[in-house]
C-alpha cells in the first residue's frame, strides 16, 4: 500500500512538472515557439508549422480533452463532460493568447485611454483565466483528484439541458425481458 502511494505521489508529481511547462509554454507562447524553432536549428523557409499559434491551439486542445476525459471517468454524465471541456477550451484560450505580457511596462505609456483600458482587460482576463486553470489542474493532481473536475461549475446552460433530457440508461435486467402490453384483460 505503502509503495502504490510512494508511486501515484511520484507520478503526480511529474504530471505537476509537465503541466506548469505546458502551462509556461501557454503563458508565452510567441518566444518559447522561437526559442524552439532556434533551439532546433530550423529556418523559416524550413518550417512546417510557422506560426506561434501551434502553441496557443495545441495547448487549447490537450487542456480540453483532459478534462473533457476525466469528467467522464469521474462519473460525470457525457453532455456535462463535453460542456466543461468547451468551457476549459473557451477559457484556455484566452490564458494562452499571444499578448506579449514580457512587455507590461511599455504597456503603462499607451496615451489614448480607450486602448490602455482595452489592453490592460485583455492582459488581466488573460491572467485571471491561466491562473484559474492552473489551480483546476495542480487540485487535481496534488489535493483534490477527480472531485475538482466534479465539482466544476459549467456556465453552458445547454450541456445541462441536454444532459437532464438524456434517456436514462437502461439496466442490463431490464433488456433482457421482453416489454409487457397493456393489461387488456383488466379493462374487461
Known amino acids: 500500500m505503502t509503495t502504490k502511494n510512494n508511486n501515484s505521489i511520484l507520478w503526480n508529481g511529474l504530471a505537476v512538472l509537465l503541466w506548469i511547462g505546458i502551462f509556461f509554454a ?28 501551434f502553441i496557443t491551439f495545441s495547448c487549447t486542445g490537450f487542456l480540453a480533452w483532459f478534462v473533457t476525459q476525466r469528467s467522464r471517468e469521474a462519473g460525470v454524465d457525457s453532455h456535462l463532460a463535453l460542456g466543461k471541456g468547451i ?22 505609456f499607451i496615451l489614448g485611454r480607450f486602448y490602455y483600458f482595452l489592453i490592460m482587460a485583455v492582459i488581466t482576463a488573460k491572467m485571471l483565466c491561466w491562473l484559474y486553470l492552473l489551480q483546476v489542474v495542480l487540485n ?9 473536475l466534479k465539482d466544476m461549475p459549467l456556465l453552458f446552460p445547454s450541456a445541462r439541458k441536454q444532459a437532464s433530457a438524456a434517456p436514462p440508461a437502461m439496466s442490463e435486467d431490464a433488456s433482457d425481458t421482453p416489454p409487457t402490453p397493456a393489461n387488456d384483460e383488466e379493462k374487461e
Request: proline fraction near 8%; charge should be negative; glycine fraction near 8%.
Open 87 to 108: 468551457q476549459v477550451a473557451v477559457l484556455s484560450l484566452v490564458a494562452f493568447l499571444p499578448v506579449p505580457i514580457e512587455i507590461l511596462p511599455g504597456y503603462f
Open 26 to 53: 501557454g503563458l508565452f507562447p510567441e518566444p518559447i515557439f522561437f526559442k524552439l524553432r532556434q533551439l532546433g536549428g530550423v529556418t523559416m523557409h524550413q518550417a512546417f508549422i510557422n506560426s506561434h499559434w
Open 140 to 148: 487535481y493532481h496534488l489535493f483534490a483528484g477527480a472531485d475538482v
